[in-house]
Each structure stands twice: as structure tokens, then as C-alpha cells.
């Protein structure tokens, strides 16, 4: 990069400097501020219709679809990220699970349990959890009430 920058005009012909250095700022800007809202903690909002679940890779799920909400230790075996994000303690997206034979999306903040378990229409899953474990707890006493209300 910085060869090419005393070498332009060569390249290029003449080049506006402020597109040159403006252009590859603005473009790690965006990069930065993509790769934050994928750190960003999802949160759970319900109300008398559906579970929302926000952020990257949200989630809305309508009440009456909910089948079944538990609380594990472990989280499925995952073989293949199949579109979505993994960084150190962080898993957004799309996994394949070998052990469910399919695709189930994680919204994990941390490798720690619990892991909330979310099982909805059409046997799909959403397994959450948050940096603090008693957030999740609390998510998942909101969303039990719900199932057994059922």
C-alpha cells in the first residue's frame, strides 16, 4: 500500500489524495462498526403476540408457535458455521448441528452455560445466552411462563 501511495502516478496517473486516504478510512469504519454489532448482546423482548429477540441475527417468534423452552449445559454438536459469525466467546448465525441433523441458530455471548433453548413451529431452534448467567436465567423464567400458559 504505502509502495503503490509514492508510486501513483505511475499506476494511476494523477490521484486525488483525499479520495486516497478518505476511501480506505471510511472503508475501516464500516468494518469496525459491522464487527460491533455483531459483539452487541441480543436482547429478548416479549409482549402478548411474539418473542422478539433483537440484533444481528434477531428473531421474531410468534407466541402460539413456541413449543418447547429449556435451559441446557451443553449446546448441540456443531460441525459446520454455515452463514453468521464466530469470534473467540461469540457464535451469531447459522451452525449445523450433527447431533440434530440440522441447522440451528446460535445467539451465544459466552462458552458458559446455561444455554437457553428455544424450540419453535417447524422444530426450528434458537439457543441464546448472555455474558451474565442470571440474565439468561431471568430470559428463560419470562419465556417458561409463556409455555405453560399454553
Known amino acids: ?47 402478548n403476540e411474539q418473542i422478539g429477540i433483537t440484533g444481528v441475527y434477531g428473531e421474531r417468534i410468534p407466541i402460539n408457535e413456541l413449543n418447547q423452552v429449556f435451559l441446557a449445559d451443553t449446546v448441540p454438536n456443531i460441525i ?6 464466530s469470534a473467540g466467546r461469540i457464535n451469531k448465525g447459522y451452525f449445523r ?28 431452534y434458537v439457543i441464546l445466552n448472555f455474558r451474565d448467567r442470571e440474565k439468561t436465567l431471568e430470559v428463560y423464567e419470562k419465556l417458561k411462563g409463556l409455555v405453560e400458559t399454553e
Open 1 to 47: 500500500m504505502i509502495l503503490f501511495y509514492y508510486n501513483r502516478e505511475k499506476f494511476v496517473g494523477k490521484v486525488n489524495r483525499r479520495a486516497f486516504i478518505l476511501l480506505p478510512l471510511i472503508f475501516g469504519i464500516l468494518f469496525i462498526l459491522h464487527g460491533c454489532s455483531y459483539m452487541k448482546e441480543s436482547a429478548v423482548v416479549v409482549d
Open 80 to 85: 459446520l458455521r454455515t452463514n453468521g459469525i
Open 97 to 124: 448441528s450433527s447431533s440434530l441433523q440440522k441447522n440451528v441458530k446460535l445467539l451465544l455471548h459466552t462458552r458458559g452455560a446455561p444455554y437457553l433453548y428455544i424450540i419453535y413451529e417447524g422444530n426450528r
